[in-house]
């Protein structure tokens, strides 16, 4: 236990702190706790080859020797920016999409707070509410399947890897929010369109295996964006297309197959990478 006569002790002994080897507080013993500046040594901060004093107040250093700790010291600058690039990137390389939404809605006014939690609430809200059954049956005969999907995609680290094979998903952001989302990769492009209102536009760009998206604008009308880009196909959708129909599409894919299994395999391949 520490008394006012210890501190007047320590005080003066020069001591600025008293560090007791235990201290015992309701039955619970904290033992002493080792100091974060403990292990913390001045040429693990500061590189020596940095020491301006050292490299010039000696006059025997040559001119040689400045160059090579100028370029030690260019090297060490580049390193260092290229880590910083890392962690800016860092930042931006899991759920995307979900973030750039929120922030997107946030400054529309759609969203009370920039903070995943909320859409999810509101999200989930949606999705679990009874009276909109009829709507989510509209995409799947087992609206309980559709609804467990959908909480489970919501809860995921990266919805990212997801959201592509799963347009129900876009859709009810889209019912929720009474807005129409435009995604674009390269010169392709996926339309979700719920209503007559806004379109939200994201970027999708390839980073090495990284997917990014990125919110770009709202847009009362989108003609000219799509005036030459390429809607996106899925087979399942191809499928179901006629053979006057496919070879329609094989314009836009430039294209020049004339069977319907080596048109729908072509669009495949280009597609498959969106």
Known sequence: MITLENIQKKLYQNKIFVTPPNVEINNIIYHENESIFSNILMKNILHNKFNKSSNYSSS??????????????????????????????????????????????????????????????KFLSFVNDPNNLQYLKTYSRSHKKLQSKLNNLINYDNTDDYIKDFPEFMKIICRLFNC???????????????????????????????????????????????????????EKELNKLKINELKSITRDFRLIQSKKSDIINEINKICCNF
């Open 180 to 234: 129409n989302i435009l995604i674009i990769s390269d010169n392709i492009y996926k339309l979700y369109r719920e209503n007559d209102n806004i379109y939200l536009v994201f970027y999708r760009h390839q980073i090495k295996e990284k997917k990014i998206y990125k919110f770009d604008n709202d847009y009362n009308n989108i003609t000219e964006i799509l005036q030459y880009k390429i809607k996106y196909y899925n």
């Open 60 to 121: 025997n250093y040559s001119s040689s020797n400045n160059s090579s700790n100028y370029s030690s010291s260019n090297k060490f600058l580049k390193n260092n920016k290229i880590e910083s690039k890392v962690k800016v990137y860092s930042k931006y390389k899991k759920n995307t999409f979900i973030l750039e939404l929120v922030e997107c809605l946030y400054e529309r006014a759609l969203l009370d707070n920039p903070c995943i939690r909320e859409f999810k609430e």
